[in-house]
Each structure stands twice: as structure tokens, then as C-alpha cells.
């Protein structure tokens, strides 16, 4: 069974920074593209940043300039370096990954179960 689980969400001021990580387990045969989302309160789930496993990265403009997104392959591991924080980023941030389970089979989309991100003004 795959799972994503995600930490290092947390309060902090504005002009702060925090550092998510998403760590995928279990057993499937290779991760395609890994992204971020965010879902504040009464707003639909949006598109944080976005990166394949050859290294295209693509960031919404809100966030360009001010986060990072990383991968770390080998421990099958998506982070979300986000610096220059503003109370509008406060939100529930998801990890989501394109997975393929087995070799010739298509990737199936997976979720982590959320991490609340606060930013105070």
C-alpha cells in the first residue's frame, strides 16, 4: 500500500519560513511527477509548485520567487521550502505524487493526508 506522509507544517510570523517534506512509502515500482497543493479555508485546492522526476519544476505565481521545490529520489522524498511567508498562505498544504505501482502500468495521483501551515500578521 502506498502512502505519502507529510510533516513540518506548523504557526509562524509573517517574513517566516517553513519547510515541508512529503516522504511516499510502500511498494510501487517508480514516482513520476510530485507537487504541493494548498486548500485555505472556503477556497477550492490549488496548485503550489510541481516537479517532474527529470527536474521541470513549475510554481504558481504566488508562490515564484518565495518558494523552492525539491526531490530527493532516492528517499522517494517532495519538499516545499517556503520563505518570505504572508498570512495568505495559511492553509492546508497536500502533497500529491504520480505513481506507478508496477512496470507498463499507467501512475495512479495519491494524497498525503495534509499538513496545516498558520502564518500570523
Known amino acids: 500500500q502506498v502512502q505519502l506522509v507529510e510533516s513540518g507544517g506548523g504557526l509562524v510570523q509573517a517574513g517566516g519560513s517553513l519547510r515541508l517534506s512529503c516522504a511516499v512509502s510502500?511498494?510501487?515500482?517508480?514516482?513520476?511527477?510530485m507537487a504541493w497543493y494548498r486548500q485555505a479555508p472556503g477556497k477550492q485546492r490549488e496548485l503550489v509548485a510541481y516537479?517532474?522526476?527529470?527536474?521541470?519544476?513549475k510554481y504558481v505565481d504566488s508562490a515564484k520567487g518565495r518558494f523552492t521545490i525539491s526531490r530527493d529520489n532516492a528517499k522517494n522524498t517532495v519538499y516545499l521550502q517556503m520563505n518570505s511567508l504572508k498570512p495568505e498562505d495559511t492553509a492546508v498544504y497536500y502533497c500529491?505524487?504520480?505513481?506507478?505501482?508496477?512496470?507498463?502500468?499507467?501512475?495512479?495521483?495519491?494524497w498525503g493526508q495534509g499538513t496545516q501551515v498558520t502564518v500570523s500578521s
Open positions: 500529491h505524487a504520480d505513481i506507478r505501482r508496477a512496470l507498463g502500468y499507467k501512475t495512479s495521483g495519491y
Open positions: 510502500g511498494s510501487f515500482f517508480n514516482i513520476e511527477g
Open positions: 516537479i517532474t522526476s527529470g527536474g521541470y519544476i
